[in-house]
């Protein structure tokens, strides 16, 4: 069922390859697609079309005045997570665009996080087969408690690429 765009292509022919030489190309070529992923050091673990898992190391860059991982940086991974899934299922003509989203702060972090977005067969129809939509992609984010310290709301639009050109 699911339609192969380019970004899938490269997701399924790396995947043949062991998993650490594949998480550094996985972040090679996703750092050059958005810069600032790359710049955060972002990692990617597992990249399918209904599911995919983003982790961030609590590292010095990244880091709020407490030492953990700033509010913009949880952000970050809930957005990068979400918004690869979604550019998974749309067709290359289309653009995937953030058009809002909420996060809620519910207790102090532990360490890394790690993001897991993913979709429903329903929504990954509806994204390979309109041409223009939006939809509510779930995502949870966890810390190394393996709790969820903030709750996420990630609502991701896809145009046609044609129609950002002539505004």
């Known amino acids: 069922m699911a339609q192969i765009n380019r970004l899938s292509k490269l997701v399924k022919t790396t995947s043949k390859f062991p998993k650490k030489i594949r998480n550094v190309l996985w972040n090679k070529a996703f750092g050059r697609i958005v810069p600032m992923v790359g710049t955060a050091?972002?990692?990617y673990l597992e990249m399918q079309s209904n599911k995919v898992v983003v982790h961030l190391a609590n590292?010095?860059?990244m880091q709020n005045h407490i030492g953990q991982l700033h509010a913009c940086a949880m952000a970050l991974i809930a957005e990068t997570a979400t918004g690869f899934v979604t550019a998974m299922n749309v067709p290359d003509t289309?653009?995937?665009?953030i058009k809002s989203f909420k996060l809620d702060f519910k207790r102090p972090t532990k360490g890394a996080m790690t993001a897991v977005a993913t979709l429903t067969t329903e929504q990954?129809?509806?994204m390979q087969t309109t041409a223009?939509?939006?939809t509510l992609v779930s995502v949870s984010v966890t810390d190394e408690s393996n709790e969820e310290p903030i709750q996420c709301e990630m609502l991701w639009a896809w145009v046609?690429?044609?129609?950002?050109?002539?505004?």
């Open 94 to 97: 289309a653009i995937v665009l």
């Open 132 to 134: 223009k939509g939006e």
């Open 41 to 43: 050091k972002v990692q």
């Open 59 to 61: 590292h010095k860059g």
């Open 124 to 126: 990954q129809q509806l």
């Open 160 to 167: 046609s690429k044609d129609q950002l050109k002539n505004k």
